[in-house]
């Protein structure tokens, strides 16, 4: 029996150490800035997200992000995560078990964005939990490019039964 918490961990440390997808300077320790807090405030960046939540736990981390309304940190680590960043991704794992109300809307939505761009990395990061909200055919023009990524992960893959699940999702089928 495979066990996914675990496996997800070993997935995401691989993944963690490749250059980011998109944006930023990849070359930077701390990942690209994606937006800044306030004109007087650094960047937020995958690093000081993983500072966050080893201080204070994911869970009153996340609580934290969501804290204030629009808070642009939580922002910009949905914009990396949408962007298909495999450093923002793995820094916000952590965060995914505790997604509820707004966090599971937002967060989910923007694992889903990315699922196209970066499957493998997206499913080790929300896990078997998070497949039903992540794997909707839904906004249905993204549905054929998530699905051609999808079938690209190879059969090897630690993530491949997900990867089955999530295309079934996809499908519209009965699991």
């Not at 609580?63 to 923002?88: K, N, V, Y």
């Not at 995914?96 to 499957?119: K, N």
């Amino acid at each position: 029996m495979i066990r996914y918490p675990l496996l997800a961990v070993a997935v995401l440390g691989l993944v963690a150490c490749s250059p980011p997808a998109g944006g930023g300077d990849p070359a930077s320790p701390e990942g690209p800035a994606t937006e800044q807090a306030s004109a007087d405030q650094a960047p937020f960046t995958t690093r000081a997200l993983s500072d966050l939540i080893t201080e204070r736990g994911a869970e009153a981390a996340l609580g934290d992000l969501l804290a204030a309304p629009e808070d642009p940190r939580w922002q910009a680590t949905l914009d990396g995560i949408s962007d298909g960043d495999i450093s923002w991704m793995a820094s916000a794992a952590p965060l995914v078990p505790f997604f509820d109300g707004e966090a599971a809307e937002s967060g989910f939505a923007a694992f889903a964005h990315a699922l196209a761009l970066e499957p493998v990395t997206v499913l080790a990061s929300v896990g078997p939990d998070g497949m039903a909200s992540v794997c909707e055919p839904y906004p249905p023009e993204e549905t054929a490019a998530k699905q051609t990524a999808l079938v690209a992960v190879p059969d090897d893959s630690p993530v491949v039964a997900l990867r089955d699940e999530c295309l079934t999702l996809l499908s519209g089928e009965p699991t």
